[in-house]
C-alpha cells in the first residue's frame, strides 16, 4: 500500500511540474514574449526594385524555442551572401525585452524590443564591432491586416539618422534560411 501510493505520489508531482514548467502549447512564447506570436513562421521579402543594383531577397525564420522563454529569428539575404541569427528573451532584472543578433559581416547588435501602439513592435539597437557604417537602429514592425509584416529602419551614422526605408514581408513556409 505504502508504495502504491509513493508512486501515486510520484506521478501526480511530475503531472503537476509538466503543468507549471511548460507553455500550454509547444510553440507558444511565455506571456512576457507574447507581442512577438504573430511574427513566428517564415517570412521572405524582395526589395522594391528588383532589378536596381541594391535589391535583395530577405529569408526570415521567427521560431519558439526553449520552452518559449526564446524567440529565435534567422535570417539570410541573397541566399546567404550575409546572414544572421537574433536570441530574444525576458530580462526578468530589466524588465525588458532583449536580443543579441550576431552576423557573418563580423559585427553584432544588443538590443530592447517594446510593444508598439499599433500592435506592432519598436526595436532599438546598438551596432558593436563594427568598424564603420550605423552605431544605432530604430525599427518598427508590424503584422498587418493583410498578412504581412510590414517593417521601417532607420540608422544613426555619425550624428545624423537616415531616412527609414521600408520592407514588406510576406508568409512564406516553403523558404529556406541558408546560413553559411
Given at each position: ?20 514548467c ?52 534567422t535570417?539570410?539575404?541573397n ?10 528573451h ?91
Open positions: 500500500m505504502f508504495m502504491k501510493r509513493t508512486t501515486l505520489w510520484a506521478i501526480a508531482c511530475l503531472i503537476g511540474f509538466s503543468a507549471v511548460l507553455p500550454a502549447r509547444a510553440g507558444d512564447p511565455i506571456p512576457e514574449l507574447v507581442i512577438l506570436k504573430p511574427f513566428i513562421g517564415t517570412w521572405k521579402t524582395i526589395s522594391d526594385a528588383p532589378n536596381e543594383p541594391n535589391s535583395f531577397t530577405d529569408v526570415a525564420k521567427w521560431e519558439c524555442i526553449l520552452n518559449g522563454r526564446v524567440v529565435r529569428i535570417h539570410n539575404v541566399d546567404g551572401a550575409y546572414a544572421g541569427e537574433s536570441l530574444i525576458w530580462d526578468g532584472q530589466q524588465q525588458k525585452i532583449i536580443y543579441r543578433y550576431v552576423t557573418t559581416a563580423g559585427f553584432y547588435t544588443d538590443g530592447v524590443i517594446t510593444p508598439a501602439d499599433d500592435g506592432g513592435i519598436d526595436v532599438h539597437e546598438y551596432v558593436r564591432g563594427a568598424t564603420s557604417g550605423p552605431t544605432e537602429t530604430l525599427s518598427h514592425y508590424e503584422v498587418k491586416d493583410d498578412g504581412r509584416i510590414h517593417a521601417w529602419s532607420k540608422f544613426l551614422t555619425g550624428d545624423a539618422w537616415t531616412e527609414p526605408n521600408t520592407v514588406i514581408y510576406e508568409h512564406a513556409p516553403e523558404a529556406q534560411v541558408n546560413l553559411p
